[in-house]
């Protein structure tokens, strides 16, 4: 099983709204990551958590925030968001954060910020 | 990071040959991996290669690996609708704060029938 989860599907929220992405993984991976993908780019890296400690923010405004309660779950809550922020976001894991083991993308949060 | 190159477009007919390439930046990464992602998608782990091979088959997908010009390729045998997607090339870069990929901007691939 390869399979990263991520829900909502879709999230239209307005600026002042307070909201949650939610990923899971059971494939006992230690690595979790955040990216953004805007339309007809490439993903960009925002966060990475290895053994549910955060070890690399990419710059990322504070209006993001990230969370890994356990090794299986990853958290991203929203506040304040800027229609730029506009984009899909992707929940990517990998069995420990290395370059020999390859990253398992989920299908993505399509966030639309009105 | 620094860009990784890919070529933005290709369009080809059902049941051809199709070659993607992709140039990337870092000497020293150790993998190499191609992604697709079909329109709305997630990505898709398709293939990756370890810097020290030059080729990697697995059934109608070819890698290539030129290190010493930084050249990839993938190949697809015997094209399909299907294969319509966005293929990107990413590189497994280490930096100050650990591994990361880089990934290329990615490569429309049009099958037409």
């Known amino acids: 099983d390869t399979e990263v989860t991520q829900t909502p599907k879709h999230l239209v929220m307005g600026m002042t709204n307070k909201k949650s992405l939610k990923c899971e993984q059971h494939m006992g991976h230690r690595a979790m990551y955040w990216y953004k993908q805007k339309a007809k780019k490439p993903p960009e890296l925002m966060f990475v958590y290895s053994y549910e400690k955060l070890s690399i923010n990419e710059s990322v405004p504070s209006r993001f925030s990230p969370e890994c309660p356990n090794s299986s779950l990853l958290n991203l809550h929203l506040h304040a968001l800027q229609p730029e922020d506009s984009a899909l976001y992707l929940c990517?894991?990998?069995?420990?954060?290395?370059?020999?083991?390859?990253?398992?993308f989920g299908p993505g949060t399509r966030l639309t910020v009105t | 990071g620094e860009d990784v190159e890919q070529s933005l477009f290709l369009s080809v007919r059902e049941g051809d040959s199709s070659v993607i390439n992709c140039t990337y930046t870092d000497s020293s990464s150790t993998y190499l991996y191609w992604y697709k992602q079909e329109p709305g998608a997630g990505l898709q782990l398709l293939t990756y290669i370890f810097s020290n091979m030059d080729m990697k088959q697995d059934q109608r997908l070819t890698v290539l690996l030129n290190k010493k010009d930084k050249h990839l390729s993938l190949r697809i045998a015997d094209t399909q609708t299907g294969d319509s997607a966005i293929y990107f090339c990413a590189e497994s870069m280490a930096s100050n704060s650990g591994y990361a990929l880089n990934f290329g901007k990615g490569t429309s691939l049009l099958v037409t029938p």
């Open positions: 990517a894991s990998s069995q420990v954060r290395d370059s020999a083991y390859e990253q398992y």
